[in-house]
């Protein structure tokens, strides 16, 4: 390979389209390819894996969007005209905490937690709120009345409702009037091999805050780091075990 | 009443749609325009998917959304890939909602359409590809995308007359 300066585009265009799967740039020249991951497109996802993020709130800057704005970019998002700031939809936010008595602060992100327990699936009455066999909640659109009992439900406040017709969708993340919707882990993305936006974004900026992987794999870096580090989850006193830990809060 | 109404569209849709020769061009009938598709053949032959495309991509949505099968045939998104080319006159001419396959017969047969409400009108394939890979993924998100709107409208004017249709 290292005679190879310049890489083939022609024969990348061609196996890229092949394995429907491409590299990650990580960094310029540092390469990330998540194909030898990627389970088959035709192979159900199974509950052996458990996706979840973990996000080292110490290497988070207050300040930093960078995971946002590529969550809005990637899911094609903040196209509404006609919606207030506070009804437009977020999938992922950045919260700042202070701690009253300490003056400690934290600059963390947070999107949904995929629960293991999801209170939005529980009170969900047609079903559309749910969880895959792998850990990842979503929100079933076509079955989706737009009731919003689950936006009631959830403790993170992880869920938009959609108030107005919307156009210029991406074609991976179908989004319509009438209809709640949240992070879906880049569901998309997993299912290809490749890592959500979020934690592409974070590592392309150096940060590093947010790393994802299967909890279920003891040789994954995420479950190497959970068991190695204390981890927390917000609002742990609920007993929803979160896909999405935080680490040195 | 309902029924006779659809079954009768039923019958004309199929009658226009298999002998198009038969009004022939400039004939009195009204025909759809139906836009030429990419490639040689369709994932089932078209009496089929005439039939029962709306199964096929029914069943198909469930086991994506909800056991991550992304297999492309049956993908609504394959649909579109052959059906609503990025590229090509459709893109080129502006005239999306003029030229759209699925929308123009759904119009023409007074069927109300749905997906277009939430999933895009046209295929971004490069797009999920790395621009190493695919330089041509950048030059196509410049693009103006701005035709999907009105198709949304033309797909509400769809249903308004559906309303109207039913008042007789």
Redesign the interface.
Known sequence: MSDHKQPDLARREFLGRGAAAAGVALAPGVMLYGVADAKPADEPVSSKVRWGMLVDTSKCSSGCNACVDACNKEHGLGNETHSRDTQRTQYIRKVELRHKFTGATHSLPVMCQHCETPPCVDVCPTGASFKRADGIVLVDRHICIGCRYCMMACPYKARSFVHEALTEQRPHTPRGKGCVESCTMCVHRVDEGRQPACVEACAADGSHAIIFGDLNDPNSEIAQRVKTYASSEIRADLGLNTGVRYQGL | MKRLLQLLSMAVLALTLSAPALAGEGGRTPLPSIPAAKGDQCVEDTAVMRRDHMKFLKHH???T????????KYSL?AC?ECHAPVEGNMAAGGKEAEGHFCVNCHVYAGVTLDCF????T????T????P????ASAALKATD??D??V??NRLVGVSENKAGVAHE
């Open positions: 949505r469930d086991a959304m909800h056991q991550g099968i992304r297999t492309e998104k579109l409400e939430c999933h895009a046209k295929p971004e394939t797009a999920q590809f790395h190493l890979v695919s330089p995308r701005t999907s709107t198709l949304l």
